[in-house]
């Protein structure tokens, strides 16, 4: 059973950052992909950035290039999402998302077979 760990959410100053970390475990294979989404409330869940640990794969949502960076520890089967200068707007939970031994990796949601129980990221203005 694929298990989640994910962490580094909370409360931030606008203009502040968090960097968000998702490990996974219990599959089989070497390679993931893992991906980030967010929810707000009364809001879709939207695609933020997704990275693959085998072809070094990356998208970003284009709204967030240049505040967001995703990276990963293939030796720790871990992802981070670091942001930075966020906004209130980027107030939402944070869900991580996996899929293994594929090529790349796309925001869509049912690109990604697991999902995490998301964290909370609240920006106070």
């Known amino acids: 059973e694929v298990q989640f760990e994910e962490s580094g959410g909370g409360l931030v100053q606008t203009g502040g950052s968090l960097r968000l970390s998702c490990t996974v475990s219990?599959?089989?294979?070497?390679?993931?992909?893992i991906g980030w989404f967010r929810q707000a409330p009364g809001k879709e869940r939207e695609g933020v950035s997704c990275?693959?640990?085998?072809?070094?794969?990356?998208e970003y949502a284009d709204s967030l290039k240049g505040r967001f960076t995703i990276s990963t520890d293939k030796a720790k089967n871990t992802a981070y999402l670091q942001m930075n200068s966020l906004q209130p707007e980027d107030t939402a939970v944070y869900f991580c998302a996996a899929d293994f031994e594929v090529v790349g990796c796309r925001l869509i949601r049912h690109w990604f077979n697991h999902w995490g129980q998301g964290t909370q990221v609240t920006v106070s203005s």
């Open positions: 219990g599959f089989s294979g070497d390679d993931y992909a």
């Open positions: 990275i693959n640990s085998f072809d070094d794969h990356i």
